[in-house]
């Protein structure tokens, strides 16, 4: 399915009730995490009481896909790529490009607008007055803003204020900690000050780890609920009623097909340790030319080719790399694998990083093999499932990988697994949202 035929789940006839405002810098009919989260997860608030109205970057024509362009405003602000073209950087600062070559000064605005909110926020501001008035017209009892980009806590603070309205942050990643950044001095400092004034009039904090949300509760004194990634549809291998799912059987076979669908991050976010288990099945013997099958779909894939060529180039045979493709079409092949591959964080801040992907993996029944340090979130929840195999070392990824192997060449017979599943389920995580935003709007109201 194509963006342009994307259409978002909604239900015009709302049980009645509260009405929460959701700021969301990424539009929810994007093929990006944050907006398949607001899909899977905000969209189902409503079968909780709730009325949802959307705020979002995008155009009048992009809220039709929302169901009720009446509930909906899409905004145009300035982006990234636009702020960082050749013609803006060398205009942006004075003199600057006639001293330093135009890419540098392309890079740092580029990350200056990812990282530090005012660019972004300039463009929701810039639209301040329509963004009010509809906001008022929409009556919301709650505001809720998510990110990244932080420049939608921006907006939802000022909304807040404005309309005298409870005000709840979702960060799915840390903001001055996030991993994918290492800083320190003064950009570092800024960003301190920067999260530390934003947050501090917020009513409630909202992530998706228990490690992140105790640094966030220790930096800002707020109540933090712990909001997981989930999976739609029905708990595998059960039918609506619990019973048991008989045509949900499937079986192993060679060549056993491993399945990674996500970016990569060298050197905190690869797949190495996986690639030193199969080459060390490979000198042993146990591992023979089209035993093992490993799929990678990734807008990494240009640099995890040279990755291989220059690290493993053995083990090429046995590699299948695609660009990335559509979430819809990623849940396809996610059902149709015999593993799928989860990787940790391993570098600084990453043991409350859980991947976005994981939710949908959990969805699918299917054997996860994560490679993770043991007290990482992904661990501990996988630790909790019937269908996770986290491991700790190339040792333990090799026997793993071995025993596969073995039911494999006898055509094991698996069933979806779904002990454990159901507090991962959007409809668990949705119903979880739904009392914690109805407990800040209750509390507020009372004061």
């Not at 709730?50 to 979002?56: C, D, H, N």
């Not at 972004?120 to 008035?133: C, D, H, K, M, V």
């Not at 008022?136 to 309205?165: E, N, Q, Y």
């Not at 042993?284 to 035993?291: A, F, H, T």
Request: hydrophobic share 40%; with cysteine; charged share 20%.
């Amino acid at each position: 399915m194509g963006l342009s035929q994307m259409h978002i789940p909604y239900s015009s006839h709302s049980a009645g009730g509260k009405t929460c405002l959701v700021v969301a810098y990424w539009a929810p009919w994007l093929n990006i995490p944050g907006s398949i989260r607001y899909r899977k997860l905000f969209s189902r608030l409503e079968r909780h009481g709730w009325e949802i109205r959307l705020l979002t970057v995008g155009s009048a024509r992009d809220c039709l896909r929302y169901g009720d362009p009446e509930r909906c405003l899409a905004v145009p602000l300035l982006t990234a790529r636009r702020l960082t073209s050749g013609k803006a950087a060398a205009c942006a600062i004075p003199g600057l490009a006639s001293r330093l070559p135009i890419h540098r000064v392309k890079a740092a605005l580029s990350l200056l607008v990812r990282r530090v909110p005012v660019p972004r926020t300039y463009g929701w501001f810039r639209q301040w007055p329509r963004i009010l008035a509809w906001s008022r017209r929409m009556a919301p009892d709650l505001i809720l803003s998510t990110s990244p980009p932080p420049s939608a806590h921006w907006l939802a603070k000022a909304l807040a204020a404005k309309l005298g309205k409870p005000w709840v942050a979702e960060l799915r990643d840390p903001w001055v900690d996030n991993h994918y950044y290492q800083k320190s001095g003064v950009f570092y400092d800024l960003e301190l000050w920067l999260e530390r004034k934003l947050l501090a009039s917020s009513d409630a904090l909202i992530t998706v780890s228990p490690q992140i949300a105790a640094n966030l509760a220790a930096r800002h004194g707020k109540p933090v609920k712990v909001i997981d990634h989930c999976f739609e549809g029905r708990t595998p291998g059960s039918c609506p009623d619990g019973a048991p799912e008989t045509a949900g059987r499937f079986d192993l076979a060679i060549p056993l097909t491993i399945l990674y669908t996500g970016r990569l991050y060298p050197p905190f976010l690869m797949p190495g340790m996986l690639l030193e288990a199969l080459d060390e099945l490979r000198r042993s013997g146990v591992l023979r030319p089209g035993d093992i099958k490993l799929v990678f779909y990734t807008p990494s894939r240009a640099m995890l080719s040279d990755w291989l060529a220059r690290e493993y180039a053995p083990l090429q045979g046995y590699c299948e790399l695609h660009d990335p493709v559509s979430n819809e079409q990623a849940l396809q092949l996610q059902r149709n694998c015999d593993l799928l591959l989860a990787l940790g964080w391993f570098g600084p801040r990453g043991q409350g990083v859980v991947t976005s992907k994981l939710g949908e993996y959990l969805g699918t029944g299917r054997p996860i093999l994560a490679i993770a340090s043991p007290d990482s979130r992904l661990s501990d929840i996988l630790d909790s499932v019937a269908n996770g195999f986290p491991v700790h070392s190339a040792k333990a990824c090799a026997a793993l990988l071995s025993e596969f192997l073995r039911l494999a060449r006898r055509g094991a017979h698996l069933r979806p697994q779904s002990a454990s599943l159901e507090r991962y389920s959007c409809r668990e995580q949705a119903s979880r949202l739904s009392q914690f935003l109805n407990e800040v709007a209750d509390h507020h109201a009372s004061m």
